[in-house]
């Protein structure tokens, strides 16, 4: 078992920027970490993953190079830095985690472990 929780979200004009930030609760650096986001009335939606020792990452097709996502072992986090914020963005914004990938791209996202979520609000 592993607990997930967020910080880190906010509201921000279009055109910010805002750090989310991923605090696991055990040793995850063997794991894939990422992110997801959900809004309202709308489906689930994959953010970005990045694998164990950040050797590769992977992103939704809607970010368009403005997300980074990083991750500090040491200290069981995972970051995902969001430029170029447009209104479309605003979401709830969860920081999940599983031992492998391939949850992450499946339909509807089902990596095992989820975090509460954090809520980002981009204004026009």
């Known amino acids: 078992q592993v607990q997930l929780a967020e910080s880190g979200g906010g509201l921000v004009q279009a055109g910010g920027s805002l750090r989310l930030s991923c605090t696991a609760s055990r040793r995850t650096s063997t794991w894939v970490m990422g992110w997801f986001r959900q809004a309202p009335g709308k489906e689930r939606e994959f953010v970005a993953a990045i694998t164990w020792s950040g050797r590769e990452t992977y992103f939704g097709d809607f970010v368009k190079g403005r997300f980074t996502i990083s991750r500090d072992d040491a200290k069981n986090a995972v970051f995902l830095e969001m430029n170029s914020l447009k209104p479309e963005d605003t979401a709830g914004y969860y920081c999940?985690?599983?031992?492998?990938?391939?949850?992450?791209?499946?339909?509807?996202?089902?990596?095992?472990?989820w975090g509460p979520g954090t809520q980002v609000t981009v204004s026009s």
């Open positions: 999940t985690a599983d031992p492998i990938l391939a949850p992450f791209q499946a339909v509807g996202g089902k990596p095992d472990y």
